[in-house]
Each structure stands twice: as C-alpha cells, then as structure tokens.
C-alpha cells in the first residue's frame, strides 16, 4: 500500500481535523487511552495557533500524525505522535519523526518537548528507540463545575495596567527571563479565549491566573504568588476565583496541569477540590555525542 507523508500549518481545516479525530478515535476503541490531550486537539483548528501536523495517509485515510504546537510563538515545540495499531513497527513513526525534525529545522525551532501519556507503554518505547529520554512528568487535575466561595480579602479583578508587577511575579515563580515573560503576557491579552487575571490585597499585586477557555472546559494556568505573600491563601483564592468562572461561564470542568513532584502544589489543588485523571510525561532529545 502506498502510504504519503505532507506537512500542513496550522490552523488545519475542518476536513483535515476530522480525519485526525478519526485515526483518534479508532486508537481510542482499542487502547482505552484519549490522546486529545497531548496531541492539542483542541487548538489544531484555531486560527492564532501556530505549529503544524505532519500527517501520513494510505489511500484518503490518515494512519498516523504528529501534531507540533508553538504554543507562544517563541520557537519552542510541544509534539506528539500517534500511529494506527495496523501499521506500528513498519517505519511509520520513523518517517514521521524524519518529516517532523525537517520541519524544525525549517521554521528555526530552538527546543523541543516530545509529550506521551504514562499508560501509553508503546509510545515512551517508540520515543527512547528514537533517541529521547524522559525529562519530567505532569499530572492533569480536574474540577468539576460548582460553585465555590470566594476570598473576601483577596480582590481578582482583570489585568490592566500591572505589567511591571505581574512581570516580576511570574519572573519568580517559573525562572523565566523577562523577555520570556513580556512574550507569554502578550500572547495571553492577545488572545481572546485568553484571560489574564491579578489579585489584590490591600492594593497591592499578590499573584496572577490565566483563565483559558477550551471548548466546554476552563483551563488554569500561569498561577503564581508573589513570593513575599505565600503561605496566605492567594493561590487557593485565585483557584476559588477560576472555578466559579467556571461555573458562571458553563464551563463542564475546571482543569490544570502541574508536575508531579511538586507535593506543595498538588495538595493545594486537592484541598481545593482538583482530582488527577491523567499523567503526560515529557521528553527531550538526547544530547549526541561528539
């Protein structure tokens, strides 16, 4: 059988989205393992995602892809594969790893994530066979929509003019630089599913959230505390504001993403109600050897 591998940006039409969902769906049946998640569904269609999806067909049928997703347009990929059962351990993946580092190369990527979700044993095998190691894993944890009550000593209200303060908050609390910083905020207010939120106590800036509206589900992300204000409840107030965004938006869920050594963290978003339902590992390309 003739099999074509081409490349396509995003954002993808409706046409070629379904017949990715399909080649989805299909491993789902067989596999009990949704790959939505780590192959970024949700955003394949969006007309500000940047990245693109290497797909190879058999005939008019999809039978494997990798979706990669700039997702700030820094240069910096997040990427996952997914091949029909019928055709592993032929050379697919391979190839689809070929066209995906050609790509790369093209459009100036400076780094790479390779995502794969813990249950899938054949996908951290097919990604240690292609010279990658694991890096780090993250848990997604999810909220069901309800209602929670609010901190009255905390006021969140939308970010305006706080550039400088919301800067150093998040400066601190993930290590990047400030030029990575001032890139992230502007895709985020750039962005209208985007929504960047700050919290006040006594006037002054105590942390920020980015409320992100993905089909029926909020996501959280970009929670940071000012560091001189932690152990005082901003987090869980700014957890309790999203959720009922949430739940005035209609939201199904409420969901986040957090590493899984991160023992603080995580026993926040479970006093805050947030209850894991599945683990993504991360993988980087192996350093070569001179």
Known sequence: MDITILTVSFPLD????????????????????????????????????????????????????????????????EWSALVHHDFRRQGLGHALILELQRNFEVRGCESELALTIKESHT???????????WNFSEATLKSENRTVALNSEVDIVPFTSERQDLTRILMSAFGDTEDEVHTMIEFNVSNP???????????????????????DTLW??????????????????????????GFRKGSEEVMLDVEIDNDKALSVYEKAGFKPVLQVDYYVKTPTTI
Do not use: C, W
């Open 14 to 77: 409706v046409e070629t989205s379904s017949e990715i969902q399909a080649l989805v769906r299909k491993s789902e049946a067989l596999e009990s393992i949704n790959y939505d998640q780590v192959l970024n569904l949700p955003v394949i269609t969006d007309p500000l995602s940047k990245g693109f999806a290497v797909l190879a067909y058999a005939g008019d049928e999809v039978i494997g892809v990798i979706t990669a997703v700039d997702m700030i347009g820094i240069h910096s990929y």
């Open 220 to 245: 959280i992300t970009a929670l940071a505390t000012n560091p001189s204000h932690q152990g005082q409840g901003i987090g869980s107030a700014l957890l309790a504001f999203v959720q009922e965004e």
């Open 123 to 133: 996908g951290a095998a097919f990604l240690l066979k292609e010279g990658y190691e």
């Open 193 to 215: 599913s985007r929504h960047v939120f700050v919290a006040k106590k006594q006037g002054e800036v105590v942390g920020t959230v980015t409320a992100v509206e993905e089909r």
